[in-house]
């Protein structure tokens, strides 16, 4: 028999570093989990992404077992890593803080296609290059599609 749901939490951790302080142990603690548990298996499934910021979603079920979900980095944080910057625009439409090439676009969507919701590359491109647009980084070239 399925096991109750209780609750779901959401939160972006850096791979590899899940420790018990703020907020993953407030978080988790509120819901009952064993977080100590939680940060042992994060860390083990994340050791290949070190310092990368990485979403999960951790289900809570009512006898206080979990399960988690590891996402693929925010399409934000990849923009910034293939831009190198250290944020974006405050004032996106006047102010630009980098440039990327259509060829980066297409690898950021290929790699964040998983967990968009969208079918096809072309559709992701065009989210991810709003996505740059919104954080003052332009897409330099002629669109390939």
């Known amino acids: 028999m399925a096991k109750e749901l209780s609750a779901i939490v959401k939160l972006q951790i850096k791979g ?3 420790n018990p302080s703020p907020p993953i142990g407030p978080a988790l603690g509120a819901k009952g989990v064993n977080i100590m548990e939680f940060c042992k298996q994060f860390n083990a499934r994340t050791q290949e992404n070190p ?3 990485l ?6 079920y009512t006898d206080k ?3 988690f979900v590891i996402k693929r980095p925010p399409v934000a944080i990849q ?10 625009s405050a004032t996106s439409n ?3 803080v980098g440039s990327l090439s259509w060829d980066q676009v297409r690898k950021i969507a290929e790699d964040k296609m998983v967990d968009m919701n969208c079918f096809t590359v072309e559709s992701a491109m ?3 290059a709003g996505t740059a647009r ?3 980084v332009t897409v330099s070239g002629t669109k390939p599609f």
Do not use: H, Q
């Not at 923009?79 to 974006?88: P, Q, T, V, Y």
């Open 65 to 67: 077992s979990f399960d």
């Open 55 to 60: 979403p999960v979603i951790i289900n809570v």
């Open 126 to 128: 065009s989210m991810v």
């Open 51 to 53: 310092g990368k910021i």
């Open 134 to 136: 919104s954080m003052g």
């Open 16 to 18: 590899g570093a899940a």
């Open 94 to 96: 006047r102010k630009k």
């Open 79 to 88: 923009i910034m890593e293939l831009a190198k910057i250290k944020s974006g």
